[in-house]
Nanobody, 117 residues
Framework: QVQLVESGGGLVQPGGSLRLSCAAS????????MSWHRQAPGKERELVAV????????NYADTVKGRFTISRDNAKNTVYLQMNSLKPEDTAVYYC??????????WGQGTQVTVSS
């Protein structure tokens, strides 16, 4: 069965960095685009970044462009989200997703990121 397991969340001060990882299993990872969403308390879920199956096409939300970097290692079945210059408004639960035809068909359990002094 498809499994997406996120790790790397935590508490960080404003201006700091975190690297999220998502280990995928149960499907041929290299055939699927992957993405990260986030959801803050009381807010709608937001698409943060998407990466194509081979990594050649990447898109970011305007709110994170220039600060976050999505990448993948198809040999390790892992997708990453490097987050720099973190702001309090980046506080949210971050979810790893598998994309199918432009839509999310599987979600991980999420990892909490808290940006606070």
């Amino acid at each position: 069965q498809v499994q997406l397991v996120e790790s790397g969340g935590g508490l960080v001060q404003p201006g700091g960095s975190l690297r999220l990882s998502c280990a995928a299993s149960g499907f041929t990872f290299s055939r699927y685009a992957m993405s990260w969403h986030r959801q803050a308390p009381g807010k709608e879920r937001e698409l943060v970044a998407v990466i194509s199956s081979a990594g050649g096409s990447i898109n970011y939300a305007d709110t994170v462009k220039g600060r976050f970097t999505i990448s993948r290692d198809n040999a390790k079945n892992t997708v990453y989200l490097q987050m720099n210059s973190l702001k309090p408004e980046d506080t949210a639960v971050y979810y790893c997703n598998r994309q199918m035809g432009g839509y999310v068909d599987y979600w991980g359990q999420g990892t909490q990121v808290t940006v606070s002094s």
